[in-house]
């Protein structure tokens, strides 16, 4: 879908139900399958603190650029680098401005796939 029909045909309408829900009191979590650097100005526009965005293959410094004040993001961690990569190489995918801060900031690290009974809190 091209970025004028995602605009034209598929987000109001998304984005009228998400509205919808929020209103209800719920958060909403939005799965951006795919690239969507090219998409991250027309879906900044939801209430802050209200959406979660779950991207799958979206430069995540781009994101938080464009969402960092908004929304919650995660996603776009391959499986194969949890299971087989060291903790560096998942630092690695960081923002810049994550790693060299010194603050301390609190991560939704996921690795696209759906926990299971295995996954415990920590």
Same mark, same amino acid.
């Given at each position: ?9 598929? /987000?109001?309408?998304? %984005? ?10 719920? #958060?909403?979590?939005?799965? =951006? ?9 027309? #879906? ?8 979660? /965005? ?6 995540? =410094? ?24 060291? =903790? ?16 301390? %900031? ?17």
């Amino acid at each position: 879908m091209s970025d004028e029909q995602f605009k034209t045909f598929y /987000w109001p309408t998304l %984005r009228r139900v998400s509205l919808a829900l929020i209103e209800e009191g719920f #958060i909403v979590r939005m799965f =951006a399958e795919g690239g969507y650097e090219s998409r991250l100005d027309i #879906i900044c526009d939801l209430p802050r603190g209200k959406v979660i /965005w779950y991207f799958d293959r979206t430069d995540m =410094a781009k994101a938080k650029e464009k969402l960092g004040d908004i929304a919650c993001i995660m996603g776009n961690v391959p499986v194969s680098l949890i299971h087989s990569g060291t =903790a560096a190489d998942v630092e690695a995918l960081l923002p810049a401005a994550d790693r060299d801060s010194g603050q301390r %900031r609190r991560l939704y690290l996921d690795d696209r796939r759906q926990p299971g009974p295995q996954c415990q809190s920590r």
